[in-house]
């Protein structure tokens, strides 16, 4: 999906390419995944429906990369950018590159679409090509690299969980304390907690 994704969209500016994505989100949010259709985007983006199909497949493909986009949450997709030295230091980087406001606007947005997903197999498909691998395989580097360090012992168990760790506190931040994720949240559960799980000292 990815190289045939890349090679449709060969032939639209990065400008269009984000204002596109940032109107799907914007429906997204106004009707939900399930009633979103590619005429609607196509309308709201003043685009021909045979566009958007030939540069995205499809409205799972296109959600999902407007998602990756504009995605809240610490972007552990640009670990190759950061790297201080310690696994500290470039978790609560990585945490510090995502703005409070932008994680605040979208977590409705995710927990609707991950409801949307358990009930459509191309979304799903879309989403664990294009988020949830990526993110396992920067997390796998990002560690990694404290494993070569000696910070983090390899044999350590928790390596496997961190994705979920990060994934899980978006989550509960929402479900159980009704707050949006911030950096604050975010900065205090990595000494909290994924720091502890994979013996490394809070400071």
């Keep these: 999906m990815t190289r045939t994704a890349t090679a449709r969209r060969s032939r639209i500016t990065p400008e269009r390419e984000a204002e596109l994505y940032a109107a799907v989100l914007d429906l997204l949010r106004e009707v939900g995944y399930e009633a979103l259709t590619m005429d609607a985007v196509a309308a709201r983006t003043r685009s021909s429906k045979a566009t958007l199909?030939?540069?995205?497949?499809?409205?799972?493909?296109?959600?999902?990369?407007?998602?990756?986009?504009?995605?809240p949450g610490p972007d552990i997709t640009d670990i190759a950018s950061v790297d201080t030295?310690?696994?500290?230091?470039?978790?609560?980087?990585?945490?510090r590159s995502q703005d409070d406001g932008v994680m605040e606007q979208n977590t409705a947005l995710m927990r609707g679409v991950a409801m949307a997903i358990h009930g459509n197999p191309d979304l799903l498909r879309a989403f664990r090509e294009l988020i949830i691998e990526p993110e396992m395989r920067e997390v796998h580097?990002?560690?990694?690299?404290?494993?070569?360090?000696?910070?983090?012992?390899?044999?350590?168990?928790?390596?496997?969980?961190?994705?979920?760790?990060?994934?899980?506190?978006?989550?509960?931040?929402?479900l159980i304390d009704e707050l949006p994720p911030t950096q604050a949240f975010f900065a205090s559960y990595l000494d909290a907690v994924v720091l502890p799980a994979l013996g490394v000292p809070a400071d």
């Design 53 to 71: 199909y030939r540069q995205w497949g499809g409205k799972a493909e296109l959600v999902a990369r407007a998602m990756r986009h504009n995605k």
């Design 85 to 95: 030295g310690s696994l500290r230091g470039d978790l609560h980087a990585l945490v």
């Design 141 to 174: 580097r990002l560690v990694q690299r404290a494993v070569d360090r000696g910070e983090v012992r390899a044999d350590n168990q928790a390596i496997e969980y961190v994705l979920h760790m990060f994934v899980g506190a978006f989550v509960a931040r929402d």
